[in-house]
Structure formats: C-alpha cells, structure tokens
C-alpha cells in the first residue's frame, strides 16, 4: 500500500488576550532596567514576554531611530547580533548589551564581507544599497543602508547614473525593482524563515479564510507576494491592518509579529501564515534571546557589544544617509 500523506498542520491564530499580571522575573527587569538608566529595544519578532517589558517595539528602521535619539545610558537590543551592532554603531560611547551574542542571522551570513569587498574591487563603479540585515563590516563596504520599511524610498534616491548593487536579500531586491522600476544588481541571499512560505501553504490558507487579507513581507519569495494583498514591512501591518475593514488576516512573516498585532489591533484576529510543515515560522535566532536571559544581561552587564572604531566610523555614514534620506 502506498504511504499515507501527513496532514497538513492546523493554523495557528492569534487573537487578543487579557493582560495576565508580569512575572516575579518580568517586575525584577523593569525595576533594574530604571535602575541602570537602561533602555529596551524590542523587535516585533521577539517572544511576548520580552515585547511586555520593553520600552519600545518596532521594526529595524523604528528601532534604529530610537538606538539614535535615545539619552539612556545603556541600551538592551532584544534582537539579533547585526541590529546590536547598528545601536552601537549609533551610540559608540553608550554600553549595547545582547541577551545572547550568538542570535545571529542567516541573511546577514549569506553576504561575507570579505566576499562583499573583492566584488567591490572589480567592480568599483556600483553604488551598494545593503538592506539592515548584514554585518557591520558590510555597512561599511557600502553607500546607503535600508529597512523593509524605507528601501523604496532610498534607492529613488539614489543617482541615475550609478548603477546600482543590493544586498544581501535578493527577494527584497526583486520587489524593490518591481515598486521603483530601478534596474539592480541582486546579491544571492535570502531570510531562511521567511522563504519557507509557499503559494500551496498559502492557497489553504485561503480556502479557510476566504475573506481575510493576505498581507506579505518582502523577504517573501516573488510567487508568495504575487498572492498577497499587500506587500510590507512588519511595521506597515500594523497600520494596514488598522485601517482594513476586514477583522481577521493572513500574515506572511515571523509569529512573533503576532503578539504585537493582537496588542495593538485587539479587535482582530491574525492566521499564522504557515510553511509546508509547520502551522507558523518561528526564527530560531531571534528565539534565542529568552526573559531569564534578559535579566541576567541587566544584573551582569553582559554580554557587550563591542566594535573596532574605525569600523564604527566606516559603517556609521551609510546608515546617517539612511535616517537623512528616510
């Protein structure tokens, strides 16, 4: 007899909870967080208990925005190693501390700097566009920086006459030159989270909810984004979903972007866009920072971010352009 097919898993949806009361390890870090004159940086991506303390939750250009104004002291990232470094970048006499220094990034490591740099040499007429998610070795190789958020906005900034290299996601790319009509260059690397959204995963999808949005991030690959409603960044939900008449939504893009919406839209309900096998898509880097590790970054001081400072000097430039620019 032949094998039976696995069943797809169930979707997973998210809807508003009641506000539980903080843990005993939640109130020790919002007491030692005012203490310290520490401040919290949250990506929409970390798990709830982390977004309930922080001090702001946002995407990497919100983020970056407030690593840039901010006056406290030392500044958490609860995120992943490369958005650490762009707050420290920003604030090179400030303590940037990460609950874990190996939350790392699979698309910052698919562009190698070294790498970034021999191409560069053959090919020293590009101007170099890096979305955030890259090293800050890779900043510093490049012109300008961009988010999800703003990457529309800054290449039609860029000068005509310049011919133009992205990097490090090339789905991202593909829907820039889509939006812009920009020709580019495209560096190979991708999102391994969000590139396991399928046009088969999503089309169920439909099937359940036929009345729900689908509304993509542009890490996601092109046959995906064909599927949606709207293409954006995390933050960008957000109000597209605020403003959507409909009351429940499809949302291609890491789960933890679902604690947020169900905080801030409470009223609506969200589907976890799932992959082929599995009913949501976690990033297992950005699930590395944990609320025991947090506390003990704020009662040890550690572990640091620390950089070379001509390394800050290099990479800080590109990312000015980007906030100048946004």
């Not at 900043?139 to 999800?148: F, P, R």
């Not at 009662?299 to 946004?326: C, F, H, N, V, Y």
């Amino acid at each position: 007899m032949p094998d039976t097919l696995a069943a797809p898993p169930s979707l997973q949806v998210f809807r508003h909870q009641s506000s539980s009361s903080l843990t005993k390890q939640q109130e020790e870090i919002i007491r030692l967080k005012e203490e310290k004159n520490a401040i919290i940086l949250c990506h929409n991506y970390q798990i709830d208990p982390i977004q309930q303390v922080a001090d702001y939750v946002g995407d990497s250009l919100g983020l970056a925005r407030k690593a840039a104004e901010t006056d406290a002291e030392i500044i958490i990232f609860c995120g992943v190693h490369f958005m650490a470094e762009t707050a420290k970048i920003l604030n090179p006499g400030k303590t940037v501390l990460l609950p874990d220094l190996d939350a790392g990034c699979s698309l910052s490591d698919s562009c190698p700097a070294e790498q970034l740099a021999a191409y560069k040499q053959k090919n020293p007429d590009l101007y170099i566009v890096a979305y955030v998610n890259c090293s800050a070795a890779v900043k510093a190789l490049s012109d300008v920086i961009c988010t999800s958020g703003n990457a529309v906005k800054i290449v039609e900034q860029v000068p005509q006459d310049r011919e133009i290299l992205f990097v490090p996601d090339q789905n991202l790319g593909q829907w820039v030159i889509g939006q812009t009509g920009r020709k580019m260059q495209l560096w190979p690397g991708s999102c391994y989270a969000h590139v396991l959204f399928t046009k088969e995963s999503i089309e169920r999808c439909r099937l359940e909810y036929p009345h729900a949005p689908v509304v993509a991030h542009p890490e996601c690959i092109d046959s995906v984004r064909e599927m949606a409603d709207e293409v954006c960044s995390t933050e960008k939900m957000v109000s597209f979903c605020q403003n959507n008449p409909a009351d429940t939504f499809i949302i291609l893009t890491e789960t933890g972007m679902m604690h947020r919406l169900t905080r801030e839209l409470p009223e609506k309900s969200f589907v976890a866009g799932p992959t082929g096998n599995c009913a949501c898509n976690d990033c297992r880097f950005m699930k590395m920072n944990t609320l025991p590790k947090l506390l003990d970054c704020l009662q040890s001081g550690a572990p640091e971010i620390t950089m070379d400072s001509d390394l800050i000097t290099q990479s800080k430039a590109p990312i000015r352009r980007m906030l100048d620019w946004s």
